[in-house]
């Protein structure tokens, strides 16, 4: 069975950074695509980033220039880089990606989630 595996968060003080990892279990599998989400208390999930299968991005207006979402296809992990990080940006992420099998058919998966907390 696939899984999506998270790590990466942590607690930070304001303007630093972190670097969120999504990435797929075993071998003979790729991320043709994924979205990165959070979830702050009260709120509701919103979308973060996003990268397609052919690499374009796209970002909420509360984090671009501020974070980037990747790809290393030779690694099958996804990453968000989030820099300059304020207290708002304190969620619960959860990556979601579209996973190729071996007959190249896509199925959808979500990462457990991960927390993020910036604090001072």
């Known amino acids: 069975q696939v899984h999506l595996v998270e790590s990466g968060g942590g607690l930070v003080q304001p303007g630093e950074s972190l670097r969120l990892s999504c990435a797929t279990s075993?071998?003979?599998?790729?991320?043709?695509?994924a979205i990165w989400y959070r979830q702050a208390p009260g709120k509701e999930r919103e979308l973060v980033a996003r990268?397609?299968?052919?690499?374009?991005?796209d970002y909420a207006d509360s984090v671009n220039g501020r974070f980037a979402i990747s790809r290393d296809n030779a690694k099958n992990t996804v990453y968000l880089q989030m820099n300059s990080l304020k207290p708002e940006d304190t969620a619960v992420y959860y990556c979601?990606?579209?996973?190729?099998?071996?007959?190249?058919?896509?199925?959808?998966?979500w990462g457990q989630g991960t927390q993020v907390t910036v604090s001072s």
């Open positions: 075993g071998s003979g599998f790729g991320i043709s695509s």
């Open positions: 990268i397609t299968s052919s690499s374009r991005t």
């Open positions: 979601h990606a579209n996973i190729l099998n071996s007959l190249g058919v896509p199925y959808s998966y």
